[in-house]
Each structure stands twice: as C-alpha cells, then as structure tokens.
C-alpha cells in the first residue's frame, strides 16, 4: 500500500511542478464537465409458460461515465471515471438453480492524463498518465452476486472491490500531429497490482506474486505485483457525419523490464457513439485485453459453459462487447 501512495503522491508532485514552470496559466484555463449514462435494461414475465415458450428474465445495468477535461495555452488536463455494469436474473427452471442475480460485467477505471507543451509548437508535450482498474461488487466462481452451490459444490469468492487493483503510471512525452491523434509513450513506466483480500491473493489467479514448488504447492505469496517497464499509448477521437458519429479509440502497450518483456499487456477500447437526438445516443463499445499474469477462464471443453470441470485458468485475452442507449450531459 505505501508503493500505491508513492504512485499517487509522484503524479501530483508531477503536475504541481508543471504548474510552478507556468504560473500564468491557471489565468487561461477552462474546464469542461461532462456525464454520461448508458442502460441495459430489459425484462420478459411469463406465467404458467407453453412448453417451449422459455421463462422469466430481467436483466439490469449500464455504463456512466463522469469526465473532467482542463485546457490552457501550455497544457491539458483529461480525467474520466467509468463504471460498466451489467446483471441479469432468470427464471428458475430445476430445484436445485441457485436463484439471484448473475453478473455479466463489472469494470471500475479511472483514467488521467496531462500534458505540457515543451517548445513553440502544438505538437509535443511533456506528460504523465494514469490507469487504475477494479470492480464494485464481488464476483463468486458462478458468477451470482452471493455464495451459492452449483452441482452440488460450494461456490468461492474470485474477487471482489480492490481485490484485485490494477494501476499503472506513465510519465513520458506526448505527440500530437493534430488535434484528433495523440501517441504517449513512457520509458519507466510502472505497474501496480494490488489485491486487498488475503484470501484471494493466494488464489494465484490476479497476477499477485505468488511461489509454487515442482508440486504446485504455495510457498509463500505477496499481495502485489510491481512491473517497471515501457508504455506505448496511442489513442484517436474523431466524428463523423456532421458530428452524429463519434469514435473514441485507444491502444495501450505495457512491457515490464523485469519478467519477459516480449510478453506484452495490451488493452485496446473503442466506443462508437451514434447520435440519434440531442443528448440521446447508441453506443457500441469493443474491448480487448491481455496480460500475460492474470488467469482467464478458458472454455476447454468448448461447451459454451465458463468455469465448469471441464475448463481451465490460463493468461489469455479477454473479448468485451455492448451496446446500449446512452444519455449525456454536460455540466
């Protein structure tokens, strides 16, 4: 926990010193405020149901997103946090399903990044960025928001709220060749994993470091992971079609120095957002992820069924897809 606030206090002292180059700054500033909701609501009741004709279902969630973007003569500021969440409940169609609600997503991020112009250009820029990761509410191997049986076995907490933490900070240079692409990149950059629950960080499952003998027996276990290596960040923002089509795309690329550095983290978003009315949109969000110490489920048995006896955990790359009705606002 004391490299977690190391981490943060070096962002901030970061920043206060690009504030100190410039004091006149802070006198050409705007800040722009913005919110966004997306729902993923739906929902099917059926009583006394014809043989064939399915069951109940409700399903509840979305994605919000709060942003707070700064702009001056010399520099930028862009910070946004970002919830994506989706349950669902069905209707019970044996004694022995669990009842409750299933979770289908669980994302917490924040992101931060400034910059300050070096030079007479808009081009280049002296920068720093931060990613944080986590979830609000603890997930079960089955996938039900409380303990339950599946098959007759006890059901165990995976992880749960800063269990585990990912961070990662960047401090670097960024270049600009117009006002819709940015590249970043960081020369020592670190990352930060941080799982709070004893219990599940000797799951060896969150990247956490972890000793094993030949057997695959636990030795010993930290509750963190702490890489220093290069980031490459590229990210794009455009639109489309007098403004009703807007892309927001980025590309992240982590090597760690310490531990295989050809083995790279990759997560690569994008968000198409079609405006329909005034503040009215249809999103279509696409996610890619990977890192080479975090444990997926794989459908071994490629029976469509996560997390049964047939699967198994490995690092692999993890395919995100939404779309939803998103209302914004800006304040």
Do not use: C
Not at 45 to 69: E, F, H, K, Y
Not at 202 to 219: M, P, R, T, Y
Not at 242 to 253: E, I, M, T
Not at 312 to 331: D, E, H, W
């Amino acid at each position: 926990m004391r490299t977690l606030l190391l981490l943060f206090a070096s962002i901030f002292a970061f920043i206060s010193f690009a504030h100190a180059q410039n004091p006149a700054a802070s006198k050409d500033t705007t800040w722009r405020f913005q919110g966004g909701l997306g729902f993923d609501l739906s929902g099917l009741g059926i009583i006394n149901p014809r043989v064939g004709a399915g069951t109940n279902r409700l399903a509840v969630g979305g994605l919000g997103t709060l942003s707070a973007n700064r702009l001056s003569a010399r520099s930028f500021w862009r910070n946004q946090l970002s919830l994506q969440l989706v349950l669902q409940q069905q209707g019970r169609t044996s004694p022995t399903q669990p009842t409750g609600f299933l979770k289908n997503l669980d994302v917490l991020r924040l992101t931060s990044t400034y910059g300050y112009k070096v030079g007479a250009g808009d081009k280049w820029f002296i920068s720093a960025d931060l990613l944080a990761q986590s979830q609000l509410l603890p997930t079960y191997q089955s996938n039900y928001l409380r303990a339950t049986r599946i098959n007759g076995k006890p059901d165990r907490l995976v992880a749960n709220f800063l269990s585990p933490l990912i961070t990662q900070f960047s401090p670097g240079i960024t270049f600009k060749p117009n006002k819709h692409l940015s590249f970043q990149y960081s020369p020592a950059a670190v990352r930060f994993i941080y799982v709070a629950d004893d219990s599940l960080a000797i799951l060896d499952i969150h990247g956490n470091e972890v000793k094993k003998d030949a057997q695959g027996n636990i030795l010993e276990y930290n509750n963190f992971f702490l890489g220093l290596g290069s980031e490459l960040i590229g990210r794009y923002e455009n639109k489309y079609f007098n403004d009703r089509l807007a892309v927001v795309s980025s590309l992240r690329l982590f090597s760690n120095y310490l531990d295989k550095p050809q083995n790279l983290v990759v997560l690569f978003s994008n968000n198409f957002s079609l405006q329909l009315f005034k503040g009215l949109s249809l999103d279509l969000l696409g996610e890619a992820f990977y890192d080479p110490n975090l444990k997926m489920i794989i459908d071994a048995n490629e029976n469509r069924i996560y997390g049964d006896d047939g699967d198994r955990q490995a690092p692999a790359t993890q395919l995100t897809g939404a779309f939803m009705l998103k209302y914004n606002v800006i304040f």
